[in-house]
C-alpha cells in the first residue's frame, strides 16, 4: 500500500503487511476508487510530464 501527498502527488509512506485484515480493507477501498477513475487524455499527461522540473 501506499501514500500519496495530495497536493504534490508525492509518496509519503508504503506499508508492507501480511494482515488479512489490511487486505480485506484495501481491496474494496481500491474497487471503489478505480470505479469512480475517470481516464487521463496522454495529451494531458504529457503536458503534465513535460512542465515538471528535472530532479
Known amino acids: ?4 501527498d495530495a497536493d504534490t502527488g508525492a509518496l ?3 506499508i508492507d503487511t501480511g494482515a488479512p485484515e489490511a487486505r480485506e480493507w484495501a481491496v474494496p477501498v481500491f474497487e471503489r476508487y478505480r470505479r469512480e477513475a475517470s481516464p487521463v487524455e496522454s495529451d494531458a499527461l504529457d503536458a503534465l510530464v513535460s ?5
Not at 1 to 4: E, F
Open 12 to 14: 509519503t509512506a508504503v
Open 1 to 4: 500500500m501506499c501514500c500519496h
Open 51 to 55: 512542465s515538471e522540473p528535472a530532479t
